[in-house]
């Protein structure tokens, strides 16, 4: 595979305020995506293996680890690290109290990268949920329905967004943006109050490997105190809150790009 480089910007993740449980700590914490098919990689952090046979669709996390800045390098398993150069390499620095996803994903267009999205462990109300959708497929533009009600639409490759919503289980639809009958995915989801469910639709429609995998961020309850009443679901939360994607330098042989984040 192609060797690419990718320079996070510290400065963004450092703006991120130390929430939830572990703000008294000098720990952050990573969730760590494989979403880039065909590819069993080792994952090293700061020159060491972390994660072994780590394959597509798997994530790992989140795992607490202390403040700092991180190296993340994969090597396709059967590499020696010290001679094979890396398929995806890059770097970033980790707050306290942040909770930050690092992903290997396609691009629309097929060509694998590596980003870089922190993640809302803000408080919960009591009685909520927060679901967070991710878009790192090579897909087009879609949308995500709930209850066959719109959440998020027209969300791009690299975007995503979340909402607090009361906590339930929904039925959660995929689907090419503005076409409701193009289906990608298609399942019934459990949301639990006090949690952060982090959706990431990964892999290649086209190729036959699309698929959604999520990540967990419990602990964000709040006294029951302003319990919501009302039955508001998902599909009828306004306004949809957008998280700001983390933005981001891209360095890749032969050109960069920039990605930033949207808040609505």
């Known amino acids: 595979m192609k ?6 910007l510290a400065a963004v993740l450092a703006i991120v305020p130390a929430m939830g449980a572990m703000a008294q700590s000098n720990e952050g914490e990573v969730i760590v995506v494989h979403g880039v098919p065909d590819l069993l990689v080792d994952v090293y952090v700061n020159g060491d293996l972390t994660l072994e046979d780590f394959a597509y ?4 996390g ?14 396709a398993a059967d590499a020696d690290p010290d001679v094979d150069a890396p398929a995806l390499e890059g770097s970033t620095d980790l707050p306290a109290g942040a909770v930050a996803t690092i992903a290997a994903y396609l691009q ?8 870089v999205f922190v993640e809302n462990n803000s408080a919960t109300d009591a009685g909520n949920a927060r679901v967070t959708a991710r878009h790192l497929a090579d897909f087009g533009a879609v949308d995500i329905l709930a209850n066959d009600g719109p959440v998020f639409e027209g969300v791009t490759n690299g975007a995503g967004g979340d909402a607090d919503v009361p906590a339930d289980t929904y039925n959660i639809k995929i689907t090419a943006a503005g076409d409701a009958a193009t289906v990608a995915f298609d399942a019934d989801v459990p949301l639990a109050e ?13 190729d036959g490997n699309f698929q959604v995998t999520t990540a967990l961020i419990d602990g ?8 919501p009443t009302g039955t508001a679901g998902l599909a009828t939360t306004s306004p949809i809150l957008w998280i700001a994607l983390a ?18």
Do not use: W
């Open 3 to 8: 060797k690419m480089r990718l320079a996070f």
């Open 57 to 60: 669709g798997d994530v790992a």
């Open 62 to 75: 989140p795992l607490a680890l202390p403040e700092g800045s991180y190296d993340l390098q994969l090597f």
């Open 108 to 115: 629309e267009g097929g060509a694998p990268t590596l980003g």
């Open 194 to 206: 006090g949690t952060n469910t982090i959706a990431y639709a990964i892999g290649s429609v086209a």
């Open 220 to 227: 964000l309850h709040t006294s029951p105190e302003g319990v």
């Open 247 to 264: 933005a981001l330098a891209v360095i890749a042989l032969g050109g960069s790009a920039a990605v930033a984040r949207n808040r609505r």
